[in-house]
């Protein structure tokens, strides 16, 4: 076919850098932001955070970000904003008019002579703009655009309101309940969301990237827009994470299951340590090959995103990283939650207990444990003394040394 079409047949590859996709757990608990209140307020770290996701989307035109929110009760989405749960309307409402964005319904109605399962053809005719702020779907009055929108970059703005929308109105839906409740923040929920959202971009990223092959692109391994399967561009997804939270001894389970699920994935986890101290997000950067950075000057907190995780998986191989020596490998309890140098393993299904348990029985799986000896006070044998050699009239004795002899 070659010679008869006269066309140069050749593996198009492409040298554009792969899209990355930064996904943002920002930690949003009141207490801990209370205490940062005089070194860095919420307001600024976000400031700042907006400053580096700009950043990340110049890049490369095909990047992509997400922003979960890790807050006291929940875990929520910041950008891209959740779609809202519609409301079912009741099956007796009176059929509404085109003008109002509705479907319009083609028929009867059910009766004696038409069966109920029949269907029925359905117009979806376009939302004018006063019934879909009926609806609440859109603001009742626009908003005002400020002087800075027509120097913006429209996908900046974009971000920049979702993010800030959806951030007041996980603040004002905060109650005094929920703020007492507890102390800590959900991030193993914000960790599955984000793990949940990456998995999903990457199989649409791979549907796009690889159009429908037909029977000789499959016996050739070249797709139909002539480019090779094993050159196509994959993307490439990493999890940033800024932690202001204490230990989450109370999540272990769930956070070690991210954390292997990141591992099988090859979804590096970097975490930017504003305050506090997490073991669990120490073995998270280490075991996913991520970046740790406690800041010693939480001020500087757009210095350190930018310099030590702005750079994705491709940049980072050319460039010196910042290192952990020293990584806390301990681990949290099943009885009490509480992070243990020394414990007991049930070998069966690997739980870990502070004590041996009550009655020697596992706790999760029912397995009698073996504990042995376990608080017996261990046997200490007495030392022998060494017998001495009794020497007479001096026989076997080493000679004495004389002194320094002098010149002669």
């Known amino acids: 076919m070659n010679a008869v079409d006269g066309s140069e047949h050749y593996e198009r590859t492409s040298d554009e850098p792969p899209p990355s996709l930064l996904t943002i757990i920002l930690d949003t608990n009141p207490h801990a932001w209370a205490l940062l209140s005089d070194t860095l307020p919420l307001s600024k770290a976000i400031a700042n955070l907006l400053v580096f996701i700009n950043a990340h989307l110049a890049f490369n035109y095909a990047n992509k970000v997400a922003v979960v929110a890790s807050h006291t009760q929940r875990a929520q989405w910041l950008y891209p904003s959740p779609p809202e749960p519609r409301k079912a309307a009741p099956d007796d409402a009176p059929p509404q008019n085109a003008g109002n964005g509705s479907d319009i319904e083609m028929g009867d109605g059910p009766s004696a002579s038409q069966p109920s399962g029949k269907k029925k053809l359905t117009l979806h005719a376009p939302k004018s703009r006063d019934a879909a702020a009926a609806n609440g779907t859109l603001p009742t009055t626009p908003p005002k655009p400020s002087s800075d929108d027509a120097n913006k970059y429209r996908p900046f703005r974009l971000v920049e309101d979702a993010i800030m929308t959806n951030l007041r109105s996980v603040m004002t839906s905060t109650t005094e309940t929920d703020i007492s409740a507890t102390t800590t923040t959900m991030m193993a929920g914000a960790l599955t969301l984000a793990l949940a959202y990456i998995n999903r971009q990457s199989l649409d990223h791979t549907d796009s990237g690889n159009p429908g092959t037909s029977a000789t692109s499959a016996n050739t391994g070249i797709n139909n827009d002539g480019s090779d399967p094993a050159h196509r561009q994959t993307l490439q997804s990493r999890i940033l994470v800024l932690s202001v939270s204490g230990d989450l001894a109370y ?51 757009l210095q350190y995103l930018m310099m030590g995780f702005l750079p994705d998986q491709t940049s980072r191989r050319y460039l010196v990283l910042p290192t952990q020596v020293n990584v806390d490998f301990r681990a949290a309890c099943f009885c009490h939650k509480k992070v243990v140098d020394v414990g007991f393993v049930c070998s069966i299904c690997l739980s870990i207990f502070c004590s041996p348990p009550e009655g020697a029985v596992c706790l999760t799986c029912g397995t009698h444990l073996q504990l042995g000896e376990y608080g017996g006070k261990p046997a200490v044998m007495p030392k022998k003394k060494k017998s001495r050699k009794i020497r007479i009239d001096g026989e076997g004795r080493t000679p004495t040394p004389g002194g320094t002899p002098g010149p002669s």
């Open 251 to 301: 999540q272990y389970i769930p956070v070690m299951n991210c954390i292997f699920a990141a591992q099988r994935k090859r979804i590096p986890i970097d975490i930017c340590k504003i305050a506090g101290d997490t073991v669990f997000l120490q073995q998270a950067s280490d075991a996913t090959r991520g970046i740790y950075m406690a800041l010693e000057q939480p001020q500087g907190l």
